[in-house]
């Protein structure tokens, strides 16, 4: 993507890039951990973060010592845990409203996609205010396959009515970015968890949705 050419659509990541659910999420790992007698480490979020239904619950298989195939029940206490600290708010992160004012403003159409479950993104936009801020939501129990598979992205451009090709993805986690790219999209950087690389995954990255370079980047007045 040329510097300063609007592309034909924006697809924004959700937790920790959009909206500050990342936090609520840490939150309910660390009641999901206490309650199994666990203390949940920056470490396991590192290699949370992002991570699809089947393999989420294969991570916490592995991270909580359960029986092969209970994952995927302590991947639900884990969701409504989550949707549980997201009806108490979930502030944007730094940036996203006025990021979504001039994308509105510049008749750029944009989404959200997110890995997930429908139940949680709902609660989240709830929390935030956003409900009816994008032209289309993307969860990843909508999709066959979850990120870093391409599924999630190319039902987001096939939402919006645009080619892949050219959207622009903005992410925060090696997952969100590999997909991404497998869809075909320009990718933009954005890590919001100490610790996370993004290194040869993106086309750019910057520190924050209020960086005036990502503005520039995308066309946009500043």
């Known amino acids: ?40 480490t920056h470490d396991h979020k590192l290699e949370l973060i992002g991570s699809e239904g089947p393999m ?14 209970a994952g ?13 600290e997201l009806a108490r708010g979930c502030e944007p992160m730094p940036g996203a409203r006025a990021l979504i004012a001039a994308l509105t403003q510049a008749e750029i159409p944009f989404a ?10 709902d609660a989240a936009l709830r929390g935030s205010g956003l409900t009816t801020a994008f032209a289309a939501t993307i969860a990843g129990d909508e999709v066959a396959h979850g990120k870093p598979a391409p599924d999630p992205y190319l039902a987001a451009a096939a ?25 075909g999209m320009t990718v933009i950087g954005i890590p919001s968890v100490p610790g996370v690389s993004l290194a040869g995954l993106v086309d750019a990255e910057f520190a924050s949705l209020e960086d005036p370079g990502l503005r520039a980047l995308l066309g946009l007045q500043s």
């Open 72 to 84: 995927a029940a302590v991947l639900y206490e884990l969701g409504d845990l989550v949707v549980e």
């Open 112 to 121: 959200l996609c997110s890995n997930s479950p429908r139940r949680v993104v």
């Open 159 to 183: 939402a919006l009515g645009v080619p892949a090709a050219g959207c622009v993805a903005i992410e925060d986690s090696p997952t969100g970015a590999t997909s991404a790219r497998a869809a």
């Open 1 to 40: 993507m040329t510097r300063g050419a609007r592309p034909a659509a924006v697809i924004l990541d959700h937790d920790g890039l959009t909206l500050d659910s990342e936090t609520a999420w840490t939150r309910a790992e660390a009641k999901l951990f206490r309650r199994r007698g666990r203390t949940f």
């Open 56 to 69: 989420a619950a294969a991570k916490l298989e592995r991270m909580l010592d359960l029986e092969p195939g």
